[in-house]
C-alpha cells in the first residue's frame, strides 16, 4: 500500500491545534515589551537600509523560538503551506529527515529508496553547507527549503561525519518524493516482515491490515522494522502498539505544569498478543518510533535488535497563526510506560546489532537478517512451549 511522505519533516510528534486568537500579557514583562517596540522604532527609523517591518517581525518570532529550544520554530505562510502539500503529496527534495542538535544540522534519516539514502547519507551525519550556504548562519526551515527544487535539479551538500576526518562533499540530484509508509512481505515460509516509514493518518490501521495479512500467509512471527523512522503522529504510535498490547498505557505525557495525560492502547484494535514480535531500530528511530520501541520493550512483548535510537523525547504541536503563517512549538515531555524519559540518551536495544555498512551498498542487510535467524529460533521456542502446554 503506497501513500505519500513529508521526508525533511522534523522528528517530532506533531498535534496540530486551532488558531491562535490572543496571547495573554503579562504585567510583569511589559517593560520588555516596550523595549522591543522601541528597538523596532530604532531599526526602521535610523538603520542604514530600508528594512520591511515583516521581515524585522519575522525576525523577532524566529529568536524568540530558537531561544525556548531547538525543535521549536516559526514557518511562513508559504512555508507552512508547503509544508502541508509535502505531508500530501508530491514536490521536488533528496529525501532526508533533519533536525538541529547541539546547534548543528543533522541528519536524523535518510527515507528508504530516495536519492538521499543512494547518496550515502546517514542518520547522525551533521551537514555543514548547502549549495555553499553555512547551515549555522540559516534557520532550519531555510536549510529545508535550499534541499527542496525542482525534481532532476542538484544540490551539493558538505557533511561531517563522526568516523571521518575530513567532511564529505555529497552532490545529489533531486526527485519527486513519493514513499510508501507501509510495506509488507513474507520473508521465509512462517516469518512476516512489515516496514514503517512514518507514523502517519492511519498507519496504525495499515499495520493491523498488513499483519492479518501475513499471517493468512502462514506468518507465525513479525519482524517490525522502525529502523529510519523520524516520528510522526502520537495517536498513531498509540494504534500500532495496540496491534501487539491489549491493555494498559503506551505512554505518559507531561505538559507545563506537571500536568500529566496517560494514552492507553486503544481497543478498537484487535492486539495479537501472542505473534512473537522483533523491532529493528538504529540512530534514525525517533519520537513516535521510540514510543513503540519503549512500550514493546517495557511490556516484554518483544525484542528490540540494531543499534540505540535518536533520544527524542519531547512532543511539539504545530500551531497556525491568524496570518497563515504558523509555529511549531515544544509543548510535552513524553515517558515510557515505566515511566523512563529518553531523551538525549536514546532507547537501547535487547540484542546490538551493527549495520554492516560495505554490505548494505551491495544490497545486504545483516541487521534484518539476523533478525529473521532469531524469529526462527523464537518459533521453534515458542511450539516447544506450547506443546509441553498441551502435554504433547
Not at 484487535?270 to 521510540?290: Q, Y
Not at 535510537?309 to 515517558?335: H, M, N
Amino acid at each position: 500500500m503506497k501513500k505519500k511522505i513529508l521526508v525533511l519533516l522534523l522528528a517530532s510528534l506533531l498535534i496540530f491545534t486551532a488558531v491562535i486568537t490572543g496571547t495573554a500579557q503579562d504585567t510583569d514583562d511589559y517593560d520588555k515589551t516596550n523595549a522591543f517596540q522601541d528597538v523596532i522604532f530604532l531599526i526602521k527609523n535610523y538603520y542604514v537600509e530600508d528594512v520591511e517591518l515583516d521581515t524585522l517581525l519575522e525576525g523577532a518570532i524566529d529568536g524568540m523560538l530558537n531561544k525556548v529550544d531547538r525543535f521549536s520554530y516559526y514557518m511562513d505562510a508559504e512555508e507552512y503551506e508547503e509544508m502541508q502539500i509535502e505531508y500530501e503529496g508530491h514536490y521536488g527534495g533528496v529525501g532526508i529527515v533533519i533536525t538541529t542538535r547541539d546547534n548543528k544540522l543533522t541528519v536524523v534519516s535518510p527515507i528508504k529508496g530516495t536519492p538521499g539514502e543512494r547518496a550515502g547519507l546517514r542518520a547522525g551525519d551533521i551537514i555543514t553547507t548547502i549549495d555553499g550556504v553555512k547551515t549555522g548562519e540559516i534557520s532550519q526551515m531555510k536549510a529545508v527549503d535550499l534541499m527542496r527544487g525542482e525534481p532532476g535539479t542538484d544540490v551539493v551538500l558538505t557533511v561531517e561525519r563522526s568516523d571521518m576526518d575530513q567532511e564529505l562533499e555529497v552532490k545529489i540530484t533531486r526527485e519527486d518524493i513519493e514513499v510508501p509508509y507501509v510495506e509488507s512481505e513474507m520473508k521465509s515460509e512462517n516469518i512476516g516482515y512489515i516496514s514503517l516509514a512514518q507514523f502517519v493518518e492511519n498507519v496504525g490501521t495499515d499495520i493491523e491490515t498488513e499483519l492479518n495479512k501475513l499471517k493468512e500467509q502462514g506468518a507465525e512471527g513479525v519482524i517490525l522494522d522502525l529502523r529510519n523512522n523520524p516520528g510522526g503522529l502520537l495517536s498513531e504510535a498509540v494504534n500500532v502498539v495496540s496491534n501487539f498490547i491489549s491493555e494498559g498505557q503506551v505512554v505518559s505525557i507531561r505538559q507545563r505544569g506537571n500536568i500529566e495525560r496517560v494514552l492507553n492502547v486503544n481497543k478498537e484494535f484487535k492486539a495479537d498478543t501472542e505473534i512473537p514480535v522483533i523491532v529493528l531500530i538504529n540512530k534514525g528511530s525517533a519520537s513516535a518510533s521510540e514510543i513503540v520501541a519503549g512500550a514493546i520493550k517495557d511490556y516484554g512483548r518483544g525484542k528490540l535488535m540494531g543499534t540505540t535510537t535518536f533520544g527524542k523525547g519531547v512532543v511539539q504541536s504545530v500551531v497556525p497563526l491568524a496570518d497563515g503563517s504558523a509555529v511549531s512549538i515544544t509543548t510535552a515531555r513524553y515517558y515510557t510506560p515505566d515511566g523512563n524519559y529518553i531523551h538525549e540518551k536514546g532507547i537501547k536495544p535487547d540484542i546490538e546489532v551493527e549495520l554492516d555498512a560495505e554490505a548494505a551498498q551491495n544490497g545486504e542487510d545483516n541487521q534484518l537478517n539476523k533478525a529473521v535467524d532469531m524469529m526462527k529460533s523464537f518459533i521453534i521456542t515458542d511450539e516447544v512451549q506450547r506443546k509441553k502446554a498441551a502435554g504433547e
